[in-house]
């Protein structure tokens, strides 16, 4: 026959399948990061919000009010953005300055944190000793100084 595959083709084309599908569920259980990508960095400020999403959280607030019985995500979201394409630049407007003000923000602690990074873990190391208020830091060159007093006495 042409073009048709005989028994035989057809089952080694199965156990091939279903290794692969073996190989796919194993690895997708213990995801590691792609070559080249390192893994985030917990302190990293996270991305500002759209104008969009700036305009979800009230209108989150005012759904649920409105809505109490319904608990879907998807309604809400779809709700938002049905009521987002209606408003006019003018309803948008608010959203966007808090949008950008969020940016403004966003971008200084970017480069604060990139600083930081560039500055190597020293910086990291004096800043974890300087996450102690003044009072503990006064408390222990006190507790210091009364030790050494002790000894003086003796």
């Not at 996270?46 to 309604?75: G, L």
């Not at 709700?79 to 608010?94: F, H, I, N, Q």
């Not at 990139?114 to 408390?139: C, F, L, M, N, R």
């Amino acid at each position: 026959m042409k073009g048709g595959k005989s028994k035989g083709e057809s089952k080694k084309a199965e156990t091939k399948l279903a290794v692969n599908k073996k190989g796919a569920a194993a690895t997708k259980g213990g995801k590691k990061p792609a070559k080249g990508k390192e893994p985030k960095d917990p302190n990293k400020p996270k991305r500002p919000p759209s104008a969009f999403f700036v305009f979800m959280e009230d209108f989150r607030k005012q759904f649920k009010k409105e809505n109490p019985d319904n608990k879907a995500v998807s309604a809400v979201g779809k709700a938002a953005g049905v009521k987002w394409k209606s408003l006019t630049d003018a309803e948008k407007a608010p959203y966007a300055a808090k949008a950008e003000k969020r940016k403004a923000e966003y971008e200084k602690s970017m480069k604060s944190y990139t600083k930081k990074q560039a500055e190597g873990p020293a910086a990291v190391e004096e800043e974890e000793e300087s996450g102690k208020s003044e009072s503990e830091v006064h408390d222990e060159n006190d507790d210091e100084e009364e030790s050494e007093e002790e000894e003086d006495d003796e």
